[in-house]
């Protein structure tokens, strides 16, 4: 007796960050199952291509975004997860900041749009389940490799650099402590322009140094927070 027949979709889970908000980019579905239900942006894998270049497609497709990072997520297996089926679906998490695409729906999907990560609508599928996955890992992550930066514009503020973390991590932050640590990486170059933020003194701006980073991967050192 044959197995029954098994699909491989992919979903993203694709985090936005701005002005303190972290956000979620959601697409609303223009067919069954679930039709008119927010979900992920994903879909099935064709035959002809790997898992990455069909998350890079669905993207594409559903939201007209193109992803600078993009890493494998999990596996989601459970049996009755989609009622067409037998259906497998492998994650993706990326990070984005939403002001750097003009969104745009197309195929199967009615519009795209981003979401408050504290307050999304009613989710098709088991999507909820990977989100949370996903803002586990999100913010495991952020605490020994320094992926936040790519929310941030090319120069911004310490100010800016503990909101985004604190916006991740989801609580505060204990700031002394924060810039202290921070710092003593030697990651981040102060330049010499400042910015006005409120009242009180301008702001020094600050860049991050990837360059240094990579050597430090090099020596086997790591970033930890």
Not at 105 to 115: L, Q, R, Y
Not at 137 to 158: C, D, H, V
Not at 164 to 174: A, E, H, K, T, V
Request: glycine content about 8%; hydrophobic content about 35%.
């Amino acid at each position: 007796m044959s197995s029954p027949k098994k699909y491989i979709t992919v979903d993203a889970v694709v985090f936005g960050y701005e002005e303190g908000n972290l956000s979620l980019l959601l697409v609303k579905r223009g067919i069954e199952p679930f039709k008119g239900r927010w979900a992920l942006p994903g879909g099935f894998v064709n035959d002809n291509e790997s898992l990455e270049n069909a998350v890079e497609r669905e993207l594409n497709e559903e939201a007209g975004i193109t992803l600078k990072y993009l890493e494998q997520l999990y596996t989601f297996g459970e049996p009755s997860r989609d009622p067409r089926g037998r259906v497998i679906s492998v994650a993706y998490l990326g990070l984005v900041r939403p002001d750097a695409f003009e969104l745009s729906a197309s195929t199967d999907v009615i519009e795209a749009d981003w979401f408050n990560i504290n307050d999304l609508p009613k989710l098709a599928f088991d999507h909820k389940s990977i989100i949370d996955k996903a803002l586990e890992r999100l913010r495991a992550k952020i605490t020994y490799q320094p992926i936040g930066f790519e929310l941030l514009n090319t120069t911004f503020s310490f100010s800016e650099l503990e909101r985004l973390y604190s916006s991740l991590l989801g609580r505060p932050i204990d700031r002394r402590n924060f810039r202290k640590k921070i710092m003593s990486f030697g990651l981040l170059t102060q330049l010499s322009e400042k910015r006005k933020e409120g009242p009180g003194r301008p702001a020094s701006l600050f860049q991050f140094d990837e360059d240094r980073y990579k050597t430090y991967l090099e020596k086997g050192l790591y970033f930890e927070l």
